[in-house]
Each structure stands twice: as C-alpha cells, then as structure tokens.
C-alpha cells in the first residue's frame, strides 16, 4: 500500500509539473544594417517582458551569450529556417523561437520585420507570426516588444504610456509652479534662477539667454552632462515645494529640447513628518523628442499625487539628465490643477497588482510610468534635514 501511495504521488507531482511546464522561448537579436545596437535592444526587450509575463520559460538564457559566442547566429528573413531550428533546438532546446530584422524607412523612423517558430518535439516547425511593426524611432521598440507577445498571446497590447488617455479637463488653476520660465534671479545668486535648486553631484549646468528670446522669456535652463555623470547619477534640478490640493489632480507642461541626452521629468511628492519632509510620491515622464535638436511641447496625462499610507501635502518639479553626454534644455514649466471632464485617470500602481518589479529597469512607482529607471536620488548617500518650502 505504501508503495502504491508513493507511486500515486510520484505520478500527480509529474502530472502537475507537465500541466505548469512553460514552452521554451528564444530569442535572437535582430538584424541591422546600419550597425546600430537597435536590434539587441529589441531582443532585450522581449526577452524581459516574455519572462515577466510568465507565459514562457527562459531559463536557458543564462548560457545565451556563452552559446552565442561559440556558435554565433544573427538570422534576418533570408536565414534558411531549416539553419534557425536546428540551432535553436541544438543549443537552446527552445519550443518557440523569435527573430528577425529592423529596416530604416527614412529618418528616425523603422519598420521590424518580426517571424516567430513554433517547433514541435516531431514535425515540421509551424509559422505562429510573420508581421511588419512600425516603429516612428528606436524609443518605440518597447512598443512594438509588447505588441509582438500580445498579439503572440492573442490579447490586446497595454496600453502606451507615450500615448495620450481618452481624457478631456479643464484648468482649475494658473500656474503653480515658482519662476516657471527661470526669467527671476536668485537674490543670493544672480548667477542662477530663483526657486530652483541643482541637486547634481557634480555643476554641470547653465542658466542662458536662450536664441530669439523674447522680452519676459529670455532665459532657459541647460544641463549638460559629461560622459561619467550621465552614465551614472544624471544631473538634477529640483523646483521649489508646491502645496497640492490632497486628491486634487494635475497635469504638467514644459518646454524641452535634446541634443544627445535623454530627459526625464519627475514629480515628486511631500509629507510632513514631524520636522522633516519625506519622499511619498513619484510620477515619471519620459521625452521622445521628434524633432532631434529643436524645442518641442512636453506635456503629461492628468496625474493624481496619491499614497496609499499617508497624505502627499506637496510636490517639487524634477528634472533630470542622463544616459548619454549632451544638452537638455529646459523653459516654461508649467504646473496646473485640472478637472477631469469625462474619462479617467490611470490607476496608481499599488490598486494594479498585474505589474511586476522584477530588475530595477522596471522599478515599481507609486503612480505614473511604471516601467521606468530607478530614481537617481535614491543612488547618492541619505541626506539630511529636507528644507521647508519657501514662502
């Protein structure tokens, strides 16, 4: 009887691990003809998302770059697909295999080329996708990541963050945020623009005459990070705290422009505790310039800075430069409470328990672009006393 209890069990466990067993997925970098590390990216990108959707196993990927360099395999469309499965099946025992190519179509702007093979244990591989995904630049390919494995799945992509919300509003305020177009010098400092701080580690930042500026917007704020601060802690600057209206909802506006770095804009949320004002809100938004080195309109979707433990009594404006060596420019910051008309806001990310935060690329935020970096403040070493908001 022991025996046959023991089988029994032995038996259900084997059951149950084939019921759970995920199918292998592979995937290989992209083929580029311009020699850019666009086609790798794209095949980070849905090597991360397939493993957090949990529809896949990837577990032989800890090998993939060893495997890659003693049998080197790049496939685009004219790769014999009897070379693709037997590499695949040979060195990643894979089940699923994704590959492709990136075709510039003028510009900035691409067109992946995507294939996707099924290969069973005994059979001919089977053709489970062959689609084109256009893409307006290389910041894109997130997107068209997510859209390959949704339409993989056969379920709608998320929705995307660069896109904006079926939402109409109306403005409740004017402007809220203190020297918004950095025209007002310090007192202390005529150097530098009233009720702004730099918060960089290193000074890497100008306050200019901007070209063609007008009497009331002449001035603009620039950083420009060198090679080791922009790929490590960015530049920061933070506005002056702004009291919020508790629940109130906000949008944000600016004008930006890039040449070289990347820009993120942060807001970030206040409360009191005791004598100190600590972090308990943050909201990112990333800048996809359009137009390479000339200014453009920033704006976010409405946004309600939220906690689910304490109430967030201010914010502050950040913004920050970083990943590569350039300059950011920044005017006419503009934040403004609103209220919404008809549609609504995203859920803060703590009502949404679909996201994951696995890897700190896709560091969990209160609300706002979930799949963002980690915050920069958090790198540096604890600081003291936050400062009272000025009057």
Known sequence: MRFLAAASLILV????????????????DFAV???????????????????????????????????LDAHPLTPNLKTPQAEIVEHARKYFRAEHVIY????????????????????????DPVVRLAKDYPAANRHELMFVGEQVLADLAGRDAPLRRDKALPIAYEYLTG????????????????HLPARWTDASMKKQSTWIDKPG????????????????????????????????EPGGTYVLSMD??????????????YTKYGTELRNSYKYQKRFYPEKNG???????????????????????????AYCSPGTAYFDN?????????????????????????????????????????????EKKAPAGKAPEAKK
């Open 256 to 269: 930006l422009k890039a040449e070289g770095t990347s820009i993120i804009v942060w807001t970030k949320g």
């Open 333 to 377: 910051v503009c934040l403004r409470q609103v209220k919404i008309t008809s549609g609504a806001t995203r859920k803060a990310d703590f009502e949404d328990p679909t996201k994951s935060t696995e890897g700190w690329r896709d560091r969990k935020l209160v609300e706002g672009e979930q799949k963002g970096i980690e915050d920069p403040e």
């Open 294 to 320: 000339e200014w453009e309109h920033w704006q976010t979707e409405p946004f309600v800075p939220r906690n689910p433990a304490v109430q967030v009594e201010s914010v502050r404006v950040m913004l920050y």
């Open 175 to 190: 402007n809220l945020v203190p020297n918004p177009s950095f025209e007002e010098p310090a007192p202390t400092h005529p």
């Open 13 to 28: 466990s084997r059951l149950c691990f084939a019921a759970e067993a995920k199918p292998t997925l592979c995937v290989y």
């Open 33 to 67: 003809g311009d020699g850019s590390d666009s086609g790798k990216k794209l095949a980070e990108i849905l090597r991360g998302r397939a493993r957090r959707s949990g529809e896949y196993s990837l577990t032989v990927e800890i090998d993939r770059e060893d495997i």
């Open 213 to 244: 500026g007008k009497p009331g917007d002449r001035k603009c704020l620039t950083l420009h990070p060198d090679r080791d601060m922009a790929e490590s802690y960015g530049l920061i600057w933070y506005s002056d705290y702004i009291p919020i």
């Open 100 to 123: 492709g190519q990136i075709a510039h179509a003028g510009g900035d702007a691409m067109v992946v080329n995507v294939r996707v093979l099924q290969l069973p244990r005994e059979g």
